[in-house]
């Protein structure tokens, strides 16, 4: 069984999103389903800071030992931040995949919507 | 677990992962079911003048109890399969062939068999698994066998009360043994043997492990670097090839290749940058011309690095600079010379 926090939501692409400080900003990352899926992480290939980005639309690539997967962004908005620390440490993201191993930090224009709660996801994964 | 040449098999086992399963086998010891791999029964009189005439490198290279890596060519030079050939005498030879060529394997030999020579598939009644890693030779000795062997050689041996034809061979570049019990005592053995790593710290390890290591040692994976139209001297498999030999299938083919010398050959190549190669990118030159393909691609856990084998036209050379096409991306790669890390099989 997979780690599904449930005070996160999600998109069916295996994305976490996490409210931040600022309502108008959210934190991504990879599900633990999706880390355990992909095996070792050994390289990340992340939005750049500034770069727009649309819902449900590939974002960057997460590569593993074993295969290439997209990242899909599970909102639209602007790439405010990136995890520095992946760049050398990709493999927090299976360590940590909520934790430290999230990928980028999103400027939203309004809330978003449409994305999966824990229990929604959960179906999914199962 | 992945379909492999009609075999289940796994990529990596539960708990470790590809990259410890491959860091076991380079620092300590790690243990493969390999049990998918063919076994063929050569024998009768005449045996090795057969399957000389046949297959590309020379049977009198070796002594009775030692092995071989040969490949089997058609006769426009591509390559049916690579295979090991364990000589027990000039009569009775044991061949151990990719899962997935099996049988063509079998199908070409018994095409070709003179009378008087028996060739027989004995795909499930043998089971292979790798012991392999600097610890191994100490594994091997806490089963109460002298583990000294000559690299290629192999015996008979006894463990967990089963006979065992134990054999100094590998794919991983480690020190290490290849066992091969009968398919019904195979559960007791590897068993045996999960228990003798015990106190070494060994892992068991799925396909993923098997191809990282074969990578960074350079060593083909037909389908990739072989193939029937992937020729031996084309990647530069010319060592198993007994040139001296009068002829072998596909010989005429490969002698003339031998000699134009300008096919696209197979060279290693290192990531300069994040970019991880895989089979199928188109690899450039500086003025972004094509001038290869990638057979193999993997992240290498032990340089921590992208690494692959190429077949590159025959002008490029170690230490030119190229770029890989990944996936859009432009990755940059320095041409490498084999292996990637040391080899230890020795």
Same mark, same amino acid.
């Given at each position: 069984?997979?780690?599904?926090?449930?005070?996160?939501?999600?998109? @069916?692409?295996?994305?976490?999103?996490?409210?931040?400080? *600022?309502?108008? =900003?959210? =934190?991504? +990352?990879?599900? *633990?389903?999706?880390?355990?899926?992909?095996? *070792?992480?050994?390289?990340?290939?992340?939005? @750049?800071?500034?770069?727009?980005?649309?819902? *449900? @639309?590939?974002?960057?690539?997460?590569?593993?030992? @074993?295969?290439?997967?997209?990242?899909?962004?599970?909102?639209?908005?602007?790439?405010?931040?990136?995890?520095?620390?992946?760049?050398?440490?990709?493999?927090?993201?299976?360590?940590?995949?909520?934790?430290? +191993?999230?990928?980028?930090?999103?400027?939203?224009?309004?809330?978003?919507? +449409?994305?999966?709660?824990?229990?929604?996801?959960?179906?999914?994964?199962? | 677990?992945?379909?492999?040449? %009609?075999?289940?098999?796994?990529?990596?086992?539960?708990?470790?992962?590809?990259? /410890?399963?491959?860091?076991?086998?380079?620092?300590?010891? %790690? &243990?493969?079911?390999?049990?998918?791999?063919?076994?063929?029964?050569?024998?009768?009189?005449?045996?090795?003048?057969?399957?000389?005439?046949?297959?590309?490198?020379?049977? $009198?290279?070796?002594?009775?109890?030692?092995?071989?890596?040969?490949?089997?060519? $058609?006769?426009?030079?591509?390559?049916?399969?690579?295979?090991?050939?364990?000589?027990?005498?000039?009569?009775?030879?044991?061949?151990?062939?990719?899962?997935?060529?099996?049988?063509?394997?079998?199908?070409?030999?018994?095409?070709?068999?003179?009378?008087?020579?028996?060739?027989?598939?004995?795909?499930?009644?043998?089971?292979? &698994?790798?012991?392999?890693?600097?610890?191994?030779?100490?594994?091997?000795?806490?089963?109460?066998? $002298?583990?000294?062997?000559?690299?290629?050689?192999?015996?008979?041996? #006894?463990? /967990?009360?089963?006979?065992?034809?134990?054999?100094?061979?590998?794919?991983?570049?480690?020190?290490?043994?290849?066992?091969?019990?009968?398919?019904?005592?195979?559960?007791?053995?590897?068993? /045996?043997?999960?228990?003798?790593? !015990?106190?070494?710290?060994?892992?068991?390890?799925?396909?993923?492990?098997?191809?990282?290591?074969?990578?960074?040692?350079?060593?083909?994976?037909?389908?990739?670097?072989?193939?029937?139209?992937?020729?031996?001297?084309?990647?530069?498999?010319?060592?198993?090839?007994?040139?001296?030999?009068?002829?072998?299938?596909?010989?005429?083919?490969?002698?003339?290749?031998?000699?134009?010398?300008?096919?696209?050959?197979? !060279?290693?190549?290192?990531?300069?940058?994040?970019?991880?190669?895989?089979?199928?990118?188109?690899?450039?030159?500086?003025?972004?011309?094509?001038?290869?393909?990638?057979?193999?691609?993997?992240? #290498?856990?032990?340089?921590?690095?992208?690494?692959?084998?190429?077949?590159?036209?025959?002008?490029?050379?170690?230490?030119?600079?190229?770029?890989?096409?990944?996936?859009?991306?432009? #990755?940059?790669?320095?041409?490498?010379?084999?292996?990637?890390?040391?080899?230890?099989?020795?």
């Amino acid at each position: 069984m997979s780690n599904i926090p449930s005070d996160l939501q999600y998109t @069916k692409e295996h994305e976490w999103v996490a409210p931040t400080s *600022d309502a108008l =900003r959210i =934190r991504m +990352g990879i599900t *633990d389903y999706a880390q355990g899926a992909l095996g *070792d992480i050994v390289y990340v290939q992340m939005p @750049k800071v500034g770069e727009s980005v649309v819902a *449900d @639309k590939v974002c960057g690539e997460v590569e593993s030992t @074993k295969s290439v997967s997209e990242i899909f962004a599970p909102v639209s908005g602007t790439v405010v931040t990136i995890n520095e620390a992946l760049t050398n440490a990709p493999e927090l993201i299976n360590s940590d995949p909520y934790g430290a +191993g999230w990928l980028v930090e999103i400027e939203v224009p309004s809330e978003p919507s +449409g994305l999966l709660s824990a229990a929604e996801y959960g179906a999914i994964t199962a | 677990m992945a379909d492999f040449g %009609g075999w289940l098999m796994p990529i990596e086992y539960p708990g470790a992962g590809v990259l /410890a399963e491959h860091t076991a086998v380079r620092e300590r010891v %790690g &243990l493969f079911d390999v049990s998918h791999l063919g076994k063929v029964s050569v024998t009768g009189d005449g045996a090795l003048e057969f399957l000389n005439a046949i297959f590309t490198n020379d049977l $009198n290279r070796i002594v009775d109890s030692k092995a071989q890596y040969t490949l089997l060519c $058609n006769p426009d030079g591509g390559v049916v399969d690579d295979l090991i050939a364990y000589r027990n005498s000039d009569s009775d030879f044991f061949l151990i062939p990719n899962a997935a060529n099996t049988t063509d394997v079998v199908r070409v030999l018994i095409e070709n068999v003179p009378s008087g020579i028996s060739v027989t598939n004995l795909h499930e009644s043998f089971a292979v &698994l790798a012991l392999q890693g600097p610890q191994a030779v100490e594994v091997i000795r806490s089963l109460g066998i $002298n583990p000294t062997m000559d690299y290629m050689a192999f015996a008979h041996v #006894s463990i /967990a009360g089963c006979d065992v034809i134990l054999c100094r061979t590998g794919y991983t570049g480690e020190h290490g043994y290849e066992l091969v019990p009968t398919w019904s005592d195979a559960p007791v053995v590897w068993d /045996a043997l999960v228990e003798a790593m !015990k106190p070494f710290d060994g892992l068991i390890c799925g396909l993923g492990a098997r191809d990282t290591l074969r990578t960074e040692m350079g060593y083909p994976l037909h389908g990739h670097e072989l193939s029937l139209e992937i020729s031996p001297v084309q990647a530069s498999a010319g060592w198993a090839i007994g040139w001296k030999k009068e002829s072998f299938r596909g010989s005429d083919v490969l002698q003339s290749q031998r000699e134009a010398g300008t096919v696209r050959t197979l !060279k290693a190549l290192k990531s300069n940058d994040r970019g991880i190669p895989r089979a199928g990118m188109a690899v450039k030159a500086a003025d972004g011309h094509e001038i290869g393909v990638v057979t193999s691609g993997t992240f #290498s856990p032990s340089l921590k690095v992208g690494i692959a084998l190429a077949l590159l036209d025959p002008e490029y050379a170690v230490g030119d600079l190229v770029t890989i096409d990944v996936r859009g991306r432009e #990755s940059t790669a320095t041409i490498s010379a084999l292996p990637f890390v040391p080899s230890h099989v020795r």
